[in-house]
């Protein structure tokens, strides 16, 4: 019942850079429970528009920086699974740690205009849970899921892209 797996990868990351990439975990289940986690490393190449092309909306201008470094990624997650023969529960704990985020960083901001630049900030830490359940009646099927997530900057604030609670039913 128990599963173990291995990964790695070694990519290109743009300016004769390569990032390694390993990744392992475990599955173990016995009747219709499962226990599984995992812990991986990746990255996030900046794109050609970041490192290359300038824009400009209305009365702000970003402009590229060619001297970005990758975005990467080192989690870790821990679930437990129930299947069953019309039900699936599942719930997981995770951890992103990720650095050298890309961001726009304002360098001057006048009436006229306001000039922004693509630059790596500061890492963020993002943790939570995740739980999911869904249910068969018949012809009927009847899902519900929950996702909590704790996304902060190493300054202590959160990320504003990311709710902190986010649901779903149907």
Wanted: no cysteine; charged share 20%; hydrophobic share 35%.
């Amino acid at each position: 019942p128990l599963k173990l797996f291995l990964g790695a990868r070694d990519q290109f990351a743009g300016s004769d850079n390569h990032f390694f990439s390993p990744s392992g975990g475990f599955s173990l289940g016995r009747g219709g429970w499962r226990g599984r986690g995992s812990v991986f490393r990746g990255f996030r190449a900046p794109t050609l528009n970041e490192l290359y092309r300038p824009f400009r909306q209305g009365n702000t201008e970003t402009l590229p920086n060619a001297a970005l470094r990758p975005e990467t990624l080192l989690g870790a997650e821990l679930g437990v699974d129930y299947v069953g023969e019309n039900s699936h529960i599942s719930l997981s704990v995770y951890r992103n740690d990720i650095s050298d985020i890309i961001t726009n960083v304002t360098l001057v901001s006048t009436p006229a205009l306001i000039s922004r630049q693509r630059q790596n900030a500061a890492s963020a830490l993002n943790r939570g849970v995740d739980l999911s359940a869904r249910h068969t009646w018949h012809n009927w099927t009847g899902e519900v899921g929950y996702l909590f997530a704790d996304a902060r900057v190493a300054t202590g604030e959160r990320v504003p892209q990311v709710p902190k609670h986010s649901g779903m039913a149907q």
